[in-house]
């Protein structure tokens, strides 16, 4: 079995593209799984529906959450779909089962003065100043994921057209920059990024003050500082930019299809999401325009 895990993650990073974290979510699930059929001494090329519906349950009754479950059930079918196109097996398993109805959180979002007010923080007084700005102003202006923009290079961005082309997700897109971004991450470019990189043969977009690329990590705590600077309370997280630029752009009269273009989702119900604030944008404009309202 551990051959064949080594192929279907070896299938998914190299035909699929998926990033390194969903490449971890994917080995952590099928070898917890593998740990389960030896404790139990069952074959994972013999194992019956009724036997993949048991190790679920197992989850659920450890207290594995719902959306946990889930996910482990749809990487388990992805691996028995892949010994299946390998003609290890004849059958998926798991094709029937279904997984748990997860209820969708609500997204957390910033109000456009709390976005306003955060990205009025970093100062272009210095290298640092001038990078986390750009890097702010970006990260709102594209909604694209934490992930996307550390794996950007330099020459994935065109300055003159204005726009970024995201090529680390399995759905290649291209994403407009609004002045204020574009103003910013040229400043970025010209004036910080040469003097912060120490080697040119750097590719990388956003780099740190040692030159090497950005980090997740380094990037969450970028977004912390200048989120207690602003004194704002709520949670932010890069994610949450992310969120606040689709509801923003939803509010103001966007199309969802765009959205969903932008944001990347495969399934616009992903997307929809959103939906709920709009019509709580929709409710104030028609209190405060329909003369019988």
Known sequence: MEKQIKLFLEFLENEKKLSNNTLQSYKRDI??????LEVN???????????????????ASIGKKKSTVSRN?????????FLVKSKKIRKNPASGIQSPKVDKKIPNILTAKEVELLLEQPQDIDLKGIRDKAMLEFAYATGMRVTEI?????????????????????????????NLSLGALKEYIEKARPI????????????NINGKRLT?????????????????????????????????????????????????HSDISSTQVYMQFQDENLKDIYKKSHPRA
């Open 216 to 264: 997740r990590q380094g990037f969450w705590k970028i977004v912390k500082y200048y989120k207690e600077q602003a004194h704002i309370t709520k949670e932010i997280t890069p994610h949450v930019l992310r969120h606040s630029f689709a509801t923003h752009l939803l509010q103001n009269g966007a199309d969802l299809k765009a959205i969903q273009t932008m944001l990347g």
């Open 73 to 81: 059930i749809a990487s388990i079918k992805s691996f028995y779909q």
């Open 150 to 178: 550390i794996s950007l290079d330099i020459s994935d961005v065109n300055l003159e057209e204005g726009y970024v082309t995201c090529n680390s997700s399995p759905r290649k897109r291209t994403i407009p920059l609004g």
């Open 31 to 36: 070898t917890q799984y593998q740990e389960y």
């Open 41 to 59: 001494d069952l074959n994972y090329l013999k194992v019956s529906g009724t036997q993949l519906n048991a190790y679920f349950d197992n989850l």
């Open 196 to 207: 912060l990189i120490k080697d040119e043969s750097i590719k990388a977009l956003f780099v």
